[in-house]
């Protein structure tokens, strides 16, 4: 009895020592040379066309490609993929979690796919730089991490983003959040308010930021700043990108968010807008939302808005600039306008749960008052906005 998994081994191995590895070999090339190997096979082994077809498909994955979790990769209802070792692959469609019915034959085959994905994005894993994050060629963010960090690594975690970029009618029409709540947003954005979006892991803060950033004036400058580039801003033509580096063998130094929010600085941006804060670049962030680049907004992993601002208090000490928590709450009291927290709910849908207006600080505390809280059914206004004055300079009051 035929075993297409031997079968297709085989022919891997038969096609890899065919190439020639001395010049850049062309896709067509790959596919002429797989179609001569399975029909060479095809004298000895009796195989039918949807075989032939099978075999011709994760052959040119397997080495053009990304191996068995390409059609993963392919498919548009696809959101995350999960690969833990070569025990299993997750995947997850339409807000569900299921395991997947394929895995990676082999830990070389693996591994293969591993440096191929962290090639493409110019970074180096191995056991001396276990941990790295990349993106695909379709901006899907992927996070590696190898052994011995990882004891049935490689670990691939893929995060995958829509084909189109997801704007705020497309949150209206999904439910996620309200026009009246998308009317009030615009005016913020239009008007200059510096805007941070909380939520949990796998919230949606990387949608919501990018949708929002729709609503930047075509006429502002506007500087990016991510670890791996995943925001896909439309309809700015002075934007500029950039994306941290981590450490290499090679000897290359670092680049961090700290250092590109420094060097944004001097790159006269009108706003800034920073992926996600996780540690002493907060202060950074802040120190620039507070110095003229109004507008500006970033994103934190917290469980509420008011958790929020304890994460960003803690952030700013990682700084290690010594800082008293009085200063600290000043600061982020004075950069931060609003705060758009986004959640998970039982039927795995996202939602805004809540505008908060940051007021002001008053006797050791950070005061904020909610605009809008979702009641478990909708996102309602519950309080006006009270810092109106960035409103009424540009007329949206």
């Not at 397997?62 to 209802?77: A, C, E, H, N, T």
């Not at 439910?175 to 913020?188: I, N, Q, Y």
Request: overall charge negative.
């Amino acid at each position: 009895m035929k075993d297409l998994r031997e079968i297709r081994t085989g022919l891997h191995d038969e096609i890899l020592k065919k190439i020639d590895l001395s010049r850049e070999v062309e896709d067509f090339e790959i596919e002429e040379l797989i179609s001569t190997v399975i029909t060479e096979k095809g004298k000895t082994v009796y195989l039918s066309l949807s075989e032939k077809q099978r075999l011709k498909n994760e052959l040119f994955d397997s080495i053009r490609k990304k191996g068995v979790i390409q059609p993963l990769i392919d498919d548009p209802r696809v959101t995350e993929i999960m690969v833990n070792g070569t025990e299993n692959i997750f995947v997850e469609q339409s807000g569900r979690l299921f395991l997947w019915d394929r895995r990676f034959e082999s830990r070389e085959a693996l591994h293969d796919v591993v440096q191929q994905i962290a090639a493409s994005s110019n970074r180096v894993v191995n056991e001396a730089s276990p941990i790295v994050d990349a993106r695909l060629e379709n901006g899907s963010r992927v996070n590696i991490v190898m052994n011995p960090v990882a004891l049935n690594g490689p670990i691939i975690t893929i995060r995958r983003f829509p084909d189109h970029p997801i704007r705020m009618d497309d949150l209206i029409r999904f439910g996620a959040v309200t026009p009246e709540a998308v009317d009030f947003l615009r005016r913020l954005v239009v008007s200059g308010y510096n805007i941070f979006i909380s939520g949990g892991t796998g919230s949606g803060k990387t949608t919501f930021l990018n949708a929002l950033s729709g609503f930047i004036p075509e006429e502002t400058r506007v500087i990016t700043i991510e670890d791996s580039a995943e925001l896909q801003i439309q309809g700015i033509p002075n934007l500029v990108s950039l994306e941290t580096r981590n450490a290499n063998v090679e000897g290359c130094n670092p680049i961090t968010i700290r250092d590109l929010i420094k060097s944004s600085l001097r790159m006269r941006p009108d706003r800034i807008v920073v992926g996600e804060v996780r540690d002493g670049a907060a202060l950074d962030f802040l120190q620039a939302a507070n110095t003229g680049h109004d507008g500006s907004m970033s994103t934190g992993h917290a469980n509420s808005a008011r958790d929020m601002l304890l994460r960003l208090e803690v952030m700013v000490l990682m700084a290690g600039m010594e800082l008293p928590l009085t200063a600290i709450r000043r600061q982020i009291a004075s950069a931060v306008d609003i705060i758009v927290h986004l959640g998970r709910l039982r039927d795995k849908s996202r939602k805004v749960l809540e505008i908060t207006e940051i007021l002001d600080y008053e006797d050791g505390e950070i005061r904020m008052r909610p605009v809008f809280q979702f009641d478990g059914t909708r996102l309602a206004k519950v309080n006006p906005l009270v810092h109106t004055e960035k409103l009424e300079r540009s007329g949206l009051l």
